[in-house]
């Protein structure tokens, strides 16, 4: 069984960009999790989708938003991007929402200029 | 909002040696997760532990759960240098929005 697969691995993007990321998850899962890793601040929770619908939001400004698709691929925008919003950016999927393993991708790192 | 806190921050060990890693929390949890992380990349979950377990063993791992202190230990047995890596506690906390609250980790080297 595949594992989460995030694309892409690496960005570059400048300052004022936007910049959309990608996360398919295992095959029958339906639930989808997005965290952000920096050194300052840990791993933090940005949002989950079940369904497509969005059950849960961490502490974000509105510029990061996701969505998440019919097949449960989900993706997540960030717009008029930071020079803070460098990161890794993690997706996670699990089989139902609420479920408790996540299975973590190997995330894609973000690169503000 | 960080939940978890894992003690120590670093450890250094030698092969064949065991590791045992920290974990307090805040709030009432209905579970508990260990997660590795290689350098740089994705999360690797090691093993779940419910609010209602003690103890629980997966191979060279055993986690712990004390409710009543807020606070889990990992245990990791015969340490091999492949398990140098960071490690992080996470939990779900009851009534909260967010899914898994993550510690800020500990960075585990075994030296070979």
């Known amino acids: 069984k595949a594992g989460v697969t995030q694309t892409p691995r690496y960005l570059i993007k400048t300052r004022g960009q936007q910049v959309t990321l990608s996360c398919s998850p295992i095959?029958?899962?339906?639930?989808v999790s997005w965290y952000q890793q920096t050194p300052g601040q840990g791993l933090q929770f940005l949002f989950e989708y079940f369904s497509e619908t969005q059950r849960n939001k961490g502490n974000f400004p509105g510029r990061f938003s996701g969505r998440q698709f019919s097949n449960s691929r989900s993706e997540m925008n960030v717009s008029t991007l930071e020079l803070g919003d460098s990161a890794l950016y993690l997706c996670?999927?699990?089989?139902?929402?609420?479920?408790?393993?996540?299975?973590f991708g190997q995330g894609t790192r973000l690169t503000v200029v | 909002s960080q939940q978890g806190e894992e003690d120590p921050q670093a450890l250094s060990i030698q092969e064949g040696e065991n590791a045992t890693m920290n974990c307090s929390y805040k709030?009432?949890?209905?579970?508990l997760q260990w997660y590795r992380q290689n350098s740089g990349r994705g999360l690797v979950h090691l093993i779940l532990?419910?609010?209602?377990?003690r103890e629980k063993h997966s191979g060279r791992l055993r986690v712990t759960l004390d409710t009543s202190k807020k606070s889990s230990s990992l245990l990791i047995t015969a340490s091999r240098a492949a398990d140098t890596a960071s490690y992080f506690c996470?939990?779900?906390?009851?009534?909260?929005?967010?899914?898994?609250?993550f510690g800020k980790g500990m960075k585990l080297t075994v030296n070979p």
């Open positions: 996670a999927s699990s089989l139902a929402w609420g479920g408790e393993r996540a299975f």
């Open positions: 532990i419910r609010s209602n377990e």
């Open positions: 709030t009432s949890i209905n579970n």
């Open positions: 095959s029958g899962h339906r639930s």
């Open positions: 996470a939990t779900d906390a009851q009534g909260g929005s967010e899914k898994l609250v």
